[in-house]
C-alpha cells in the first residue's frame, strides 16, 4: 500500500521540526505522524522537549526549521474549526469566576460543542460547578482544565503531563475519561512523566530525548528495544567457582552483572533478549543458580536504558563501551 | 467574543477590591475634600465641589482602567490563562479587546457615583452638561485602557503593581488630581495625560469652551498607547 497522506490517513504531522531556545535545540529534527484513533503517550526526561513539541504541534510557536500541521492543515485553522482540544501544564483559570462560568464560556465559543452539563459531567467537576475556579486544589483545577480541553467534539486530545497533582483514585477516573474519548475515535497525545500511565493506556509510545525520538512504538516493543527481560539468580561458592566469561557466553545476553554481598555468596543479574535460551543454557552449563527469577523490563526500566544509550551516542568516541554499560546497570540497579 | 466580554465585565463587578478601590475611594476622597474646603473654592477661583467631582471621577477611572487591564492581564499572561486562550477558536486580539470592553463598562460606576455625590452637594450643571461631561470622561478613559493594555504585556506580574501604583499616582499628582495645576508647572502638564483628561471638564466652568488642545492631546497619547500595546502584544505572542 502507499503511502496515506490524504486528510483522513493524517492526523498530525512534523516534518523535520527543530526548534531552539537561544543555543539549546528544544527539537531537533523531528520527523513523525499521528493517525486517526490512536492513543499516542510522549516520554522523556524533563528538558527533553515534550512541551516545547506540543507547543510547536498546536501552533504556540513556529519552527525554525520544517512544518508542522494537523489535519492537513495549519494549528491555528485546525484549533478555528474546533477539532483540537488541549490542555497544557501552565493553563491557569480565570479568577471571580465559578467553575460553571467558565465550562459555559469553552462551550460557548467551541465551534462543535457540548452541552454544558455533559462536559461537567464527564470531566467529574458537576459536584464543584459552582465553586470560584480560583479557590480549588491542584486536583480539582486540573479537571477543569481537562473540562475546557473536551468542551466541544475535538478529533484529537492534547494533554501535557495531565494527571499531575491528581491523587490515586482521581487519576484512575481521569483515565477512564480519557479511554471513553479514545474509544470514541478521537486521537489522544499525552506526555507523562507516570511511566505505568504509557504503559497501561497508550497504544503508541515515543520517546524524545534531547529534542530527538529515539523510540517508537508499542510499550511492547520499547521493552523489547530495550532488552527484553532479566534474570537474577545466586551463586554460591561451594557449588564451584563462579565463571564470568560462561556466563557472559549465555545465548541472549546483553549485560551482566555480578556483586558479592557476604563471603562466598554472588548475586548475578542478567539482562537478556531470550530469557528461556539463557536459563536452559544455565543449567546446562553446569551451574546451580538459587533463588532465580526472570522478570520483565518495565517501561521505566527500558526507558532509561534508550535514554542512557542515546546518551552514550552522542558521547561518541570518548569513554570505552564497558565503562557505559556498567553505568547504565548501575541506573537500573538504582531502581 | 461577548461571552468573554460578559465573563469580564462579570468577574469584575464581583471583584470587592474592585470595588473598594475604584469606586468607594474616590467617592470617600471627594466627600473629604468637600468638607476640607468648606464650601471654598481652590486656586483659579472653580469651586472645590465643582473641581474634585471631576478629578476624583478621573482619579477613579483611571484607576479601574490600570488596574482592570494592567495587573489581570501581566497576572495572567504569567498564570496560563492567555495561552489556554490562544487554544481555542476566539482569535487572538479578542483577549485585549475583552478586557478593553470590560474596562470601559467598569468606568462608568466610578464615575456616576462622584457625580451623584456633586450633584447632592450642590454641583449645578444643566442637563447638556452633565451629559456631556459623563460621555467626556468615559471616552476619555479608554486612553488609560490603552496605557494599562501596553502596562500589562510590559511588566512582570510581581513588578506590575508597584509600576502601575508609581504611574498613576505621578500622573495624578501633576495632572491636577490633589490640587490644580499651577502656571509654573502647565507647559510639562500638556506632557501628562490625566492633566489633559482632567481639562475634558473645562467646557462646563463659566467664560471657558471646549479644550481642543486637551482632546488633541489625548488623541496623541490613544495612538501612542495603542502603538505601543499593539506591539508589546505581538511580542509576547511569539515568546508564548
Known amino acids: ?335 | 467574543m461577548t461571552t468573554l466580554i460578559q465573563l469580564e465585565i462579570l468577574r469584575t463587578l464581583r471583584n470587592k477590591r474592585y470595588l473598594m478601590f475604584t469606586v468607594l475611594y474616590p467617592a470617600l476622597l471627594y466627600v473629604f475634600f468637600i468638607s476640607a474646603y468648606s464650601g471654598g473654592s481652590v486656586a483659579g477661583g472653580i469651586p472645590a465641589k465643582s473641581y474634585f467631582m471631576v478629578s476624583m471621577a478621573t482619579f477613579g477611572a483611571v484607576g479601574a482602567v490600570l488596574t482592570g487591564s494592567a495587573q489581570r492581564i501581566s497576572l495572567e499572561r504569567k498564570s496560563g490563562w492567555v495561552r489556554q486562550l490562544r487554544l481555542t477558536a476566539l482569535p487572538g486580539r479578542a483577549y485585549t479587546l475583552g478586557k478593553i470592553a470590560s474596562c470601559a463598562v467598569t468606568t462608568l460606576p466610578a464615575i456616576l457615583v462622584v457625580f451623584a455625590i456633586g450633584g447632592i452637594e450642590g454641583v449645578e450643571l444643566s442637563a447638556a452638561q452633565w451629559l456631556g461631561l459623563g460621555a467626556a470622561l468615559w471616552l476619555g478613559s479608554f486612553v488609560f485602557a490603552a496605557l494599562g493594555v501596553a502596562l500589562g504585556y510590559a511588566a512582570q506580574p510581581d513588578s506590575v503593581q508597584p509600576i502601575v501604583m508609581i504611574v498613576y499616582m505621578l500622573m495624578a499628582l501633576f495632572g491636577g488630581t490633589w490640587f490644580p495645576v499651577g502656571d509654573s508647572l502647565k507647559k510639562f502638564a500638556r506632557f501628562n495625560p490625566v492633566y489633559q483628561y482632567n481639562q475634558l471638564a473645562s467646557f462646563t466652568r463659566p467664560g471657558q469652551s471646549v479644550d481642543t488642545a486637551a482632546i488633541a492631546g489625548l488623541a496623541g497619547f490613544l495612538v501612542l498607547f495603542v502603538a505601543a500595546a499593539a506591539y508589546l502584544y505581538r511580542k509576547d505572542t511569539k515568546q508564548a
Not at chain 1, 67 to 83: H, M, N
Not at chain 1, 154 to 166: C, Y
Not at chain 1, 188 to 201: C, M, R
Not at chain 1, 210 to 236: M, P, V
Request: charged share 25%; with cysteine.
Open chain 1, 1 to 335: 500500500m502507499s503511502t496515506r497522506v490524504n486528510e483522513g490517513g493524517e492526523v498530525a504531522a512534523f516534518r523535520n521540526v527543530s526548534k531552539s531556545y537561544g543555543r539549546v535545540k528544544a527539537v531537533n529534527g523531528l520527523d513523525l505522524v499521528l493517525r486517526p484513533g490512536e492513543t499516542v503517550a510522549l516520554l522523556g526526561p524533563n528538558g527533553a522537549g515534550k512541551s516545547s513539541s506540543l507547543d510547536l504541534l498546536l501552533g504556540l510557536r513556529e519552527p525554525d526549521q520544517g512544518s508542522v500541521s494537523l489535519f492537513g492543515g495549519t494549528p491555528r485553522a485546525a484549533i478555528e474549526a474546533g477539532r483540537v482540544g488541549a490542555m497544557l501544564q501552565s493553563g491557569g483559570l480565570m479568577g471571580d469566576v465559578k467553575v460553571r462560568e467558565l465550562v459555559k464560556f469553552a462551550c460557548a465559543i467551541h465551534p462543535r460543542a457540548h452541552r454544558v452539563e455533559d462536559v461537567l459531567r464527564s470531566a467529574g467537576i458537576a459536584e464543584i460547578a459552582d465553586r470560584k475556579a480560583d479557590k480549588l486544589s491542584g486536583g480539582q483545577e486540573q479537571r477543569v482544565r481537562f473540562a475546557l480541553a473536551i468542551a466541544g467534539a475535538n478529533d484529537l486530545i492534547v494533554l501535557d503531563e495531565p494527571t499531575t497533582g491528581m491523587d490515586v483514585t482521581v487519576r484512575r477516573q481521569f483515565w477512564a475519561t480519557m479511554r471513553a474519548q479514545a474509544d470514541a475515535g478521537r486521537t489522544v497525545l499525552f506526555a507523562t512523566h507516570y511511566l505505568e500511565e504509557a504503559d497501561s493506556i497508550a497504544d503508541r509510545v515515543l520517546v524524545l530525548h534531547k529534542g530527538r525520538l529515539i523510540a517508537d512504538g508499542t510499550s511492547a516493543e520499547i521493552k523489547a528495544k530495550a532488552g527484553g527481560r532479566r534474570i537474577t539468580f545466586e551463586l554460591h561458592s561451594s557449588d564451584g567457582v563462579v565463571d564470568e566469561a560462561a556466563l557472559r557466553a549465555l545465548p541472549g545476553t546483553v549485560s551482566l552483572d555480578v556483586t558479592g554481598h557476604a563471603e562466598g555468596l554472588r548475586t548475578v543479574r542478567i539482562r537478556s533478549m531470550d530469557a528461556d535460551a539463557g536459563v536452559a543454557a544455565l543449567y546446562k552449563a553446569g551451574f546451580y543458580p538459587h533463588g532465580l527469577e526472570v522478570t520483565s523490563l518495565g517501561l521505566e526500566q527500558a526507558f532509561l536504558t534508550i535514554t542512557g544509550e542515546a546518551d552514550d551516542e552522542d558521547r561518541g568516541a570518548e569513554g570505552s563501551e564497558g565503562s557505559a554499560t556498567e553505568n547504565r546497570d548501575a541506573e537500573e540497579r538504582a531502581l
